[in-house]
């Protein structure tokens, strides 16, 4: 997945560095959605830029996702069956809350180490709550799942270190640019 992430990651700092010139087009052309649509479209081919690039892991992992989900909820063999410390069943929630909860820690240092191109304060209102709204819901997910979740995360946090690094170095990521 590393590969995938990469270029994910470098998608998403090319689109953040075309921003200026994104908003200084809307400026431009105003209303014109097809205009606008054209315009863009010719932006990103010019800066060899994919605006879908960096859905391609969160695409592959989603089928990954829901297959662990079911084979959790209906492995007979995981039922009872002795994990680690607390975790007596990876196929039930988490009895203490304890691993949702270190899932949304572990999602809340991901938003904040990402910077981000959202300028509407709505969705930057969204988007400082889904860790929250996350943890709610895994609250009642299997405890394998979570646990893979949580694995996944700090998987990510070691690549966006890695990934940030490499960028900074080709000058598409500053380390002032990140969510404050």
């Given at each position: 997945m590393y590969p995938l992430t990469r270029a994910q990651?470098?998608?998403?700092a090319k689109m953040r560095m075309l921003q200026p010139k994104l908003a200084a087009m809307r400026e431009r052309i105003g209303d014109d959605k097809q205009r606008m649509s054209?315009?863009?479209?010719?932006?990103?081919?010019a800066e060899?830029?994919?605006?879908?690039?960096?859905c391609l892991p969160?695409?592959?992992?989603?089928?990954?996702?829901?297959?662990?989900?079911?084979?959790?909820?209906g492995s007979i063999e995981l039922r009872h069956a002795p994990f680690a410390l607390?975790?007596?069943d990876l196929s039930a929630q988490d009895p203490y809350y304890i691993l949702p909860i270190l899932m949304g820690i572990t999602m809340f240092f991901?938003?904040?180490m990402s910077p981000t191109t959202v300028t509407d304060p709505m969705q930057q209102k969204i988007m400082t709550f889904m860790p929250v709204i996350f943890t709610v819901f895994f609250l009642w997910f299997p405890s394998g799942?979570?646990?893979?979740?949580?694995?996944?995360?700090?998987?990510?946090?070691?690549?966006q270190q890695l990934i940030y690094?490499?960028?900074?170095k080709r000058g598409l990521h500053s380390r002032d640019k990140k969510k404050s």
């Open positions: 990651y470098t998608s998403m054209q315009e863009m479209m010719a932006l990103y081919k060899k830029v994919n605006p879908l690039g960096g969160l695409v592959i992992q989603m089928p990954i996702f829901l297959a662990l989900y079911y084979m959790l909820s607390w975790i007596h991901i938003q904040k799942l979570v646990l893979y979740y949580i694995v996944s995360n700090l998987v990510t946090i070691l690549q690094r490499g960028l900074e």
